[in-house]
């Protein structure tokens, strides 16, 4: 019995008008970290687990996915490990290698193993799958594609100013007609839990506040009293959820809030010279938000936090990054500041589909369709093909000899522009007939005078 085709939850096939979709996103995110002078790397699709494992926090770790063991190295699984019912260990014996969970931590390992052959600053783009072990759901995916624009080696706030303006750019170019750029500091967080009497407990704090926007404010409450924050430590943060108002409003009272925090006030600092920048040099749609929750569950953000939000569309977050101090210590390389976003690109996709963004244009595949009548009159037609592909027009003849109207319907399905008929009393005379499929219309030229309207039409 056949096997019923499939593919795992949470990855997709492309189409290639879907392809060609995806490209022309790719090409414009491209163009926009080119022009603001970052240099594409690539990296493995697997890391050694040792790269990845612990660098996320207990949740992101869990949603690695590893690559068993193969071959002989099966036989070194620690089973020693197992009979002490120590799973994490006997787990890592029987996985040496893992999915990449996102781009940013193999780029730490990546500058550190190449310290010798970059100068830093050192500014790099990335656009390549990574792996998620997630509960697939609507604009969630196993398998997605990022697209990371990162500097190492600077702690200069200029870059953070910079990022912004290249959410705003990408995403305008895009067309999408309104976003929320939504940016908060580490170190604010850090003052908070220190105001709060709990700065032991910040990574617990910043998962729960994290998470506001999709439990609300009493699952907040419930995730950080289960976590064993007490009721005078939560009743500290409540005001926070309530925080609104213009982005000078929000710091006002952030001062107020975090006068005794001398880490606090020093990220309230930080945000502020990012507001004043951007706010002399303008955003062209997208709007800048001092988000007093945004905290991302990452560990390793020491600096200024980024998300981004398309409005008037159900999706979460298409954005996302922000400042890691010393990352690259992680792999040995101390003292080396970096600041990165990362652009979710299938969110974009779907984001992009579902507001009806694509030129109409990237539906087509084809451009011209030469009809076969037959030997002597493909013959003809090939030397034009020929011609027509070497001034960058995408073509191709039908491969046999079939009906007509079987013909036109297969332009009709790869939407193709134009159809060009040669007949046998055309191919002797040197003339054809080209067929616009949009309007209906048809004319006869010669050959020459078909390759001069080629060459105007496209």
Same mark, same amino acid.
């Given at each position: ?206 998962? /729960? ?207 193709? /522009? ?41």
């Amino acid at each position: 019995m056949a096997q019923k085709p499939a593919i795992p939850k949470g990855t997709r096939d492309f189409l290639p008008t879907e392809v060609a979709k995806r490209n022309y996103m790719f090409a414009i995110i491209k163009e926009v970290f080119r022009r603001y002078g970052y240099a594409p790397i690539e990296t493995p699709s697997f890391e050694l687990s040792t790269t990845l494992l612990g660098k996320y926090g207990e949740e992101g770790d869990r949603l690695i996915f590893r690559i068993l063991n193969s071959g002989e190295k099966m036989k070194k699984a620690d089973l020693e490990a197992l009979a002490q019912d120590n799973l994490p260990r006997f787990a890592n014996s029987l996985a040496e290698k893992a999915l990449r969970y996102d781009l940013t931590v193999p780029f730490a390992r990546f500058v550190v193993q190449h310290q010798n052959d970059l100068s830093f600053p050192f500014k790099r783009y990335q656009i390549q799958p990574v792996w998620r072990a997630d509960r697939p759901q609507h604009g969630r995916y196993q398998e997605f594609t990022q697209c990371d624009v990162d500097v190492v080696g600077s702690d200069s706030l200029m870059y953070e100013v910079e990022l912004v303006q290249i959410f705003d750019e990408v995403l305008s170019n895009l067309g999408l007609p309104g976003f929320s750029i939504q940016i908060n500091n580490r170190k604010v967080l850090s003052g908070i839990a220190e105001v709060c009497g709990v700065s032991e407990r910040i990574i617990d704090l910043t998962v /729960a506040l994290d998470k506001l926007d999709k439990i609300g404010e009493d699952g907040v409450v419930t995730e950080l009293t289960s976590k064993g924050f007490t009721s005078q430590a939560i009743e500290k943060i409540k005001p926070l959820f309530a925080f609104e108002g213009s982005n000078d409003a929000k710091m006002n009272l952030m001062r107020s809030y975090l006068a005794t925090s001398e880490i606090g006030l020093k990220g309230l600092d930080e945000l502020s010279e990012v507001f004043e920048q951007i706010s002399e040099l303008g955003l062209q749609r997208g709007e800048l938000i001092f988000d007093l929750t945004l905290a991302r569950g990452l560990n390793y953000y020491t600096g200024a936090i980024f998300e981004v939000k398309a409005k008037d569309v159900k999706m979460g977050s298409i954005c996302g990054g922000g400042r890691y101090d010393d990352l690259t210590a992680l792999f040995g390389l101390k003292g080396l500041s970096g600041v990165g976003v990362s652009f979710g690109a299938d969110r974009i996709y779907d984001v992009m589909t579902e507001l009806d963004l694509f030129p109409s244009a990237l539906d087509r595949t084809l451009d011209i369709l030469f009809v076969n009548f037959g030997a002597n009159e493909a013959k003809f037609g090939l030397k034009l093909l020929q011609q027509v592909r070497r001034l960058g027009i995408a073509a191709e003849m039908y491969p046999s000899a079939a009906k007509l109207q079987k013909q036109l319907k297969y332009a009709n399905d790869r939407n193709v /522009a134009y159809v060009v008929i040669i007949g046998e009393e055309e191919a002797a005379a040197g003339m054809l007939s080209l067929k616009n499929m949009e309007e209906g219309t048809q004319e006869q030229l010669s050959s020459a005078d078909f390759l001069t309207k080629c060459g105007q039409l496209f």
